[in-house]
């Protein structure tokens, strides 16, 4: 990935893919990230993901650990741990995976336990935040078997659904 984007959010996403067991070398400036990719596998079955105030990172993390074999606990900062992710998780659960909530059930702390997301149908509210379905439709590729996303409700930052699809549509899927 060139001319990458350099911020505290970046940074904690390298962080936690590597805790993922993901390779990933940044260049001097950390403009350029050279990441080897696993196929759609976590390669660890634990650990512990800190990720500040990063919801985007948050979101994404989520739908890909839910690929894994393991336990995985996701936390943030004390502003993250009022970001509401339930209707991301719901969705996994019904995927196959594991929620156990720390504190506030729907954000942060949280333990995702997983045998691979399932795959399955799926409804999902169009109408929180356009990051739980691109979370979702990036991750529901490697998943167990076909996995199908119906959508409720009015779709918000449409754009960014169009994005992550196009993305998709660029590396073959």
């Known amino acids: 990935i060139s001319n990458a984007s350099v911020s505290e959010d970046s940074v904690l996403l390298v962080d936690a893919l590597r805790v993922a067991g993901i390779s990933i070398e940044?260049?001097?400036?950390?403009?350029?990230?050279?990441?080897?990719?696993?196929?759609?596998?976590?390669?660890?079955?634990?650990?512990t993901f800190f990720l500040g105030n990063a919801g985007t990172s948050l979101r994404f993390l989520t739908g890909f650990l839910a690929l894994g074999k393991g336990t995985y606990r996701i936390d943030g900062n004390d502003r993250m741990r009022?970001?509401?992710?339930?209707d991301l998780v719901a969705g996994l659960e019904r995927l196959g995976c594991e929620v156990v909530w720390e504190a506030t059930e729907g954000c942060p702390p949280f333990e995702i336990t997983t045998c691979g997301m399932m795959g399955g149908r799926v409804r999902v509210s169009g109408?929180?935040?356009?990051?739980?379905?691109?979370?979702?439709?990036?991750?529901?590729?490697c998943a167990g078997s076909v996995t199908e996303l119906e959508l409720e409700g009015t779709i918000v930052s449409r754009p960014y659904i169009d994005m992550t699809v196009e993305v998709m549509k660029s590396f073959g899927v």
């Open 127 to 141: 109408g929180t935040s356009s990051q739980y379905l691109s979370s979702l439709l990036l991750s529901s590729p």
């Open 82 to 86: 009022e970001r509401p992710i339930l």
């Open 26 to 47: 940044v260049d001097p400036e950390g403009r350029m990230f050279r990441v080897q990719g696993t196929g759609g596998k976590v390669p660890v079955s634990k650990g």
